[in-house]
């Protein structure tokens, strides 16, 4: 209907988590000032405006988008920020423009889908509506980003018991089940709850893994982890790597410039319930561990220790490497060089590789950048790291490609820890080249 709900928690006590008191806002804030500077440019490209800047400005009608008055980029936030803190933020959202454009956003398409600028609405535990007050959302003059809390606004940490345990409630604490539930989903903690219970902490781990381990052997028996997938490769040149010139072109925009007029094709493919998203025409793909069903790959770069070698695979067209969880720190550093030379080798010879890991969205998607990163050039191209040895390796720089990165792997959500690593490999790759 226009708009979208986001619900989040906070374990401080307070109404609102900073996400929904300032993040989100910013965030908000910037995107409405991206689209206004394109709406305006559009504008003022040429009185005669044509069909693309015509979709961007509603009705084609320049005149009537002539000043800020119908197109709201002012910061919103809640009453209860101070003044000095909202104006240090809005002394810093031209800065943050700025940096939004630079990294290769994807700005038109912004402009074409948002009709009417963002803007937050706070709901929390306290909030009274009248529903006969509410205006039609068609009639309202923005897209409401419509921000809930679920914690109660004087909630602290409680201590609960309970027979001979006790422990301390702390609300919003279980937003981060990566790192404590041992692979433990909702629907099996409900199912053998009364087990766990009654094992109490000493048995708990154990008990865990065993139900874990036969869930997981339960369902690759009956095929749900080891789906037949064909993978749809995206159209590539008559040089395999080079981009091409049509509708759905994806990678033949630079990485340095503004893809305003580039939209992504074809690039994902689904099965089973999984999902592996090509990376424009880079032969790179991305996607969560599956174990058969992927003949029509050449190579795959494993990124998951947990899961077993292909019986079909041999040691050049499969790698596996030991990168663990976030308590393992420094084991995607050490085994990024493996993976770029690995994917050096296949690369040169125009194979057709996957880069896979448990879930999809984090360890593959860093080994992805730092080869893009390591091997490609500014416009996409395979060069074997020629352009990596002529240009400075930059934050800004890893951004854009992580920009470009995203625009076809959706499910992206990379960890700021192993960004980190990709970015200290690239500077030791780059210290380590001859002057």
Known sequence: RGGCIIVDSTRKGKRFPDSMAKTIPIWCCV??????????RAINQGSGLNSETSAVVPNGDAEEYSGSSNWDSSVHLPVWVLETEKNAIEGHIEEWADLFESCGADIHSLALGLQKPLRPLWISQNTRIWLNEVPDHQLWDFTPIILVSASASGAVATQRTASEFSWRYIPGAGDDEESW??????TLFWKHSYDLLDGGPDLCNQLVADIVEKDRVYRAQRGEHSPQVIVKHVKCSRHGLEPYTGDHTIIAQPMNSNPSTIAPANTQYSNGGHVVFWIGTSNLAVGSTMQDGLADMDCILNCDSTSRLPPSSSEDSYLELPIGSK???????????KAVSFAKKNLIARRKMLLCCQNGEDISICVALAIITRLFSDTGCFDCGESFMRRDVTKLEMRKRLVFICKYAVNARPSRGNLRQVYGFLCNEKEQLPC
């Open 31 to 40: 995107l409405n000032r991206a689209i206004q500077r394109h709406r305006l």
């Open 181 to 186: 539930a041992r692979g433990l989903t909702p």
């Open 327 to 337: 308590d393992e720190r420094f084991s995607l550093l050490n085994n990024l060089p």
